[in-house]
Structure formats: structure tokens, C-alpha cells
């Protein structure tokens, strides 16, 4: 568990801790991040009651001017830590009692996988679409769509893993603030081959606040990371592909590729009548002569496979209906890039 400035939270995790119902050791180990509170102090007046459920505390930190980050902290907790198997926890969410029990497991069943768990959302109704696509995703789609903008499709603060595992991939990136550590190592864990798979059922309170590290990462360092993510992944192995969005969005994404995968663009597909009217998307920035010219064509004159640019779960369903009306195969087919 890394520690910034979490006093307010700590009551509540360090409770949770104590209940959880799980038979075998524990530990915690926590690295205070240059916290400025009284963090460590509330930590401290836990050891008790923790070493009295059988939860041995392990606490370090530095007191730099400046904190050195998620991952930065991650690092030195897990370094400093025994177990066998790693649960990560945030200071400011709350575990179900049966969490550590569940995931562990689950874990012995699925070898080299990141583990993880519903969740419900603090505030209720916070993130209202993103705490949905997390509970409702399937076993496929945990997989399918981790080119999404939502992020790792097992979300960081339900992790669960081997420790063997965990330094198979890698450690955590220790850029620091703006960096998204978790997603960097989520796509590793899949470049090693690791597996995702979530127990389906809410183990975690997810706490929203303004505070959260998750908000000092820019919508463009993650937008770079999925184009690249995609065309490793996807656009690699396929020889053409239409754009699911003649607008500003699949736009975007055809200028983002490289050269050579935006040749293999063929087409754009859209439902607006009036961009399928224009016919063809001029790409101006090109350097190349004559400018690159794609079609735009209805949904049902294009052809598979698909990169669709389409927001999930904001067109009352009609993006869904359109996509299962032309029978594809998600993962197959298609790709969901929004």
C-alpha cells in the first residue's frame, strides 16, 4: 500500500485490513510517500490491532521535499515485502472481508494473471459509465478491450497476483506524477503473455476523490499509449482495416498511426448522413501527393475488420445493435478504440 497524505482515508482501509476473513498470513506493507500528515502516525496506532488479527506491519518512507510517486512507492512496498502473492491496496478504498480469501483463490487457478474484483463506487453514482463498463465487462472483453480509454480493463486497485508474477513483468515505472504506471504495466504484463480475469464479485470500495493520482495523467500521454498498444497488437497483424467513425475521433486516430497503418485504412464508416455525403476524408497534413483521399461509406456498405471509434454505452444501445446486426465477432472483427 503506498501512503500520501491518506490520514483522512486510513481509519476505514486499516479496519477492512483487520476483517478480512482470509485464513492464511498476511502482511502490510506500506512506504509513506513524503507524506506531510499524520499518516504515519495513524499507521503506527494500527500496528496493534493488526499484529493482533495475525498482520505482521511494515512501514518505511522518506521525507523529500517532493514525493516521488505511485509507482515510485509500489516499488519500495512490494521490495520490502515477504508474501508469496501481492494484494495492491489504496489507501483510500475500503476491502470487502472476504477480499484477500476470493482473490487468492482465484489466483492458484489462474497462474500468471492479474486478478481482479467488482467494485462499487464512493461516491455513490460517481463515474457513473466507468464503474459499469468495470462490474459488467465479460472474460472476453476483459481482453478484447483493453485499447478503450478507461484503462486496464482489470482496474489497478483490484490487483491481485503472484509475486513470481509480478517480477516476471516488471516493476512499476517511477516517472512519477503524469505517468501512468499501471497502465504501463498492465500492457506489459499482456506483452509477457499474463492472463486477466476478474472474480465476479464487489470486493473493493472505490473511492472517488479530486485528490486522486489517477487525475494528474493527460488525456493525450493515454491516447499515445493506446495508439501504440493498437498497432502492436492489432493493426500489426491485420493487412487493412475501416475506421468506425468519420469524425473528429476516428480522425484523430488515422493521423495518429503510422505511415504504414494508415495505408492500411481503406475506409471510414459512419451512420451521419451528411459525412457520407462528402464521400471521402482528405488527409491535409500530408506530406504525400496527390493527399491521401479515404471513403467514407454507411456502416453497411463497409467492410471487416473494424476499429470502432464509437463511444461505448452512449448511443442507447444503437452502436451495440448496429454492430451485432452485421454478426462480428468483438476481438475478431472489430476493436473498440473510444
Given at each position: ?111 500468471n ?26 472474460q ?76 494528474s ?8 499509449l ?31 498511426l ?19 455525403h ?40 444503437v ?5 451485432n ?14
Amino acid at each position: 500500500m503506498p501512503v500520501h497524505n491518506a490520514s483522512c482515508w486510513l481509519d476505514e482501509c486499516l479496519q477492512a485490513i483487520v476483517h478480512q476473513d482470509f485464513a492464511g498470513s498476511m502482511e502490510l506493507s506500506v512506504f509513506d510517500d513524503a507524506s506531510t500528515d499524520d499518516s504515519r502516525e495513524v499507521l503506527e496506532r494500527w500496528r496493534e490491532k493488526l499484529e493482533a488479527r495475525g498482520v505482521s506491519l511494515l512501514i518505511s518512507g522518506h521525507s523529500s521535499a517532493q514525493p516521488k510517486g505511485v509507482g515510485f512507492a509500489k516499488n519500495k512496498a512490494i521490495s520490502q515485502s515477504h508474501g508469496e502473492y501481492l494484494c495492491f491496496q489504496d489507501a483510500d478504498d475500503i476491502m470487502m472481508p472476504e477480499r484477500v480469501r476470493l482473490q487468492y483463490d482465484a489466483s492458484l487457478l489462474h497462474k500468471n494473471s492479474l486478478i481482479g474484483c467488482r467494485v462499487r463506487r464512493l461516491p455513490e453514482g460517481s463515474t457513473e459509465r466507468y464503474t459499469r463498463w468495470i462490474n459488467t465487462l465479460t472474460q472476453e472483453q476483459l481482453i478484447t478491450q483493453v485499447f478503450t480509454s478507461h484503462g486496464p480493463t482489470v482496474i489497478m486497485p483490484t490487483w491481485f497476483c503472484s509475486r513470481k508474477w509480478f517480477q516476471e513483468v516488471g516493476s512499476f515505472d517511477e516517472g512519477g506524477k503524469g505517468v501512468p504506471e499501471d497502465l504501463l504495466f498492465f500492457y506489459q504484463s499482456l506483452r509477457r503473455g499474463g492472463g486477466l480475469t476478474r472474480v465476479d464479485e464487489c470486493l473493493l470500495v472505490y473511492r472517488y476523490h479530486d485528490n486522486a493520482a489517477t487525475h494528474s495523467v493527460t488525456e493525450e500521454t493515454i491516447w499515445r499509449l493506446r495508439v501504440d498498444f493498437l498497432q502492436e497488437r492489432v493493426l500489426s497483424r491485420w493487412e487493412n482495416v475501416t475506421v468506425w467513425n468519420a469524425g473528429k475521433q476516428g480522425r484523430k486516430l488515422y493521423r495518429s498511426l503510422s505511415a504504414t497503418n494508415q495505408r492500411k485504412v481503406k475506409a471510414f464508416c459512419d451512420v451521419d448522413e451528411n459525412k457520407i455525403h462528402k464521400g471521402f476524408y482528405t488527409y491535409e497534413e500530408s506530406k504525400e501527393r496527390p493527399k491521401p483521399k479515404i471513403p467514407i461509406l454507411h456502416y453497411t456498405a463497409a467492410a471487416a475488420p473494424f476499429i470502432v471509434c464509437v463511444k461505448l454505452d452512449m448511443t442507447g444501445g444503437v452502436l451495440e445493435a448496429n454492430l451485432n446486426s452485421l454478426q462480428l465477432k468483438e476481438g475478431i472483427d472489430y476493436y473498440h478504440f473510444n
